[in-house]
């Protein structure tokens, strides 16, 4: 079976429009990462916020002991309790540096995941092709792990409800896209992909964007059970049931060092991982599988 994700990111590679990083400005992205990741953390644990590395993040900490060397983000999982908590500590900021976009908070976002963005640098990738440049930080992707219940009627309904609004969602953004992506469609088979987005888009064009990604937002924390013994994250790369699981797996921090620093990973990381990406997960997949995300502009502003 394809990887409909990653026909969609590698879709861009053959095209000499999209920024590749290598190098130095590779290892640029990184110190920047790890500097919004030093001060995320600073804020975490002034607010009493618990978070865990997520994604290729813990790979990197497991495997490598910091990046993946070719990585080029920092992903973070909060559960809904602790991301209240950071809305809040973000509230309360008072510095310029950083921004919180909260998706049903910030028009335009047309995400259903919330980024923090380094204010005075410019990261766009294909999801945010048409967005002014000043929304377009570099970034923290923010994964809420959303409760889920325990009935496994209403978790399926959860389930199929989180996928439909999702994938409404990302159809409405890519029809509003599409004009902004054509120019860097030349893969035939990401064409097709979004494309097809684009038209099921247009059918729905009377939802506006950040209505879809209200709508989305709130399926997504539709269980208010904090205790409940199955969590998810639907906007995650597996969606909301390839990452579901019991509670105990990703929603309690354990502390590993990530570049020098103490910062922290699911205490049933290594589950969370083999689930993800596979048994063999430690071991460095070959260069033609390597991941890094098309950017179709960037500036380091003054860092």
């Known amino acids: ?9 590698k879709g861009f590679d053959s095209n000499d429009k999209v920024i590749k990083l290598h190098d ?22 002034k607010y009493n916020i618990e978070y865990t590395l997520s994604g290729g993040s813990v790979i990197g900490a497991l495997r490598h002991g910091g990046f993946i060397p070719w990585d080029d983000d920092i992903d973070i999982n909060v559960t809904r309790k602790n991301y209240e908590k950071l809305k809040k500590a973000f509230k309360n900021y008072k510095g310029s540096k950083y921004k919180l976009y909260v998706p049903e908070e910030c028009p335009g976002h047309g995400m259903s995941l919330p980024q923090i963005k380094l204010n005075g640098t410019i ?8 967005k002014e440049d ?4 570099i970034c923290l992707d923010i994964f ?8 496994p009627v209403l978790r399926s309904i959860h389930g199929v409800g989180a996928y439909a609004f999702g994938y409404l969602l990302t ?8 004009e902004y992506l054509k120019p860097y469609l030349t893969d035939k088979e990401a064409a097709k992909a979004f494309k097809k987005k684009a038209r099921i888009g247009r059918l729905f064009r009377f939802i506006s964007l950040d209505t879809a990604v209200r709508w989305t937002v709130k399926w997504f924390a539709k269980c208010k059970d904090d205790s409940s013994k199955y969590v998810t994250i639907p906007s995650g790369r597996g969606h909301f049931f390839k990452e579901m ?10 502390e590993i060092r990530f570049a020098g620093m103490d910062t922290f990973v699911a205490t049933g990381a290594d589950a969370y991982m083999k689930r993800l990406y596979g048994e063999n997960y430690m071991t460095p997949p070959p260069p033609e ?4 995300h098309p950017i179709m502009a960037l500036d380091f502003g003054k860092y």
């Open 1 to 9: 079976m394809k990887d409909h994700r990653n026909v969609l990111k």
């Open 24 to 45: 130095d400005g590779l290892k640029k992205m990184q110190s920047i990462l790890l500097m919004m990741l030093k001060d995320f953390d600073a804020i975490a644990r």
């Open 123 to 130: 990261y766009k990738s294909f999801i945010e092709i048409s």
């Open 134 to 137: 000043e929304d377009c930080g």
């Open 144 to 151: 809420v792990i959303e409760n889920t219940y325990n009935n």
């Open 171 to 178: 159809c409405i953004k890519t029809y509003h896209d599409i």
């Open 245 to 254: 699981c019991e509670r105990d797996e990703i929603a309690y921090p354990t």
């Open 289 to 292: 599988k390597r991941e890094q």
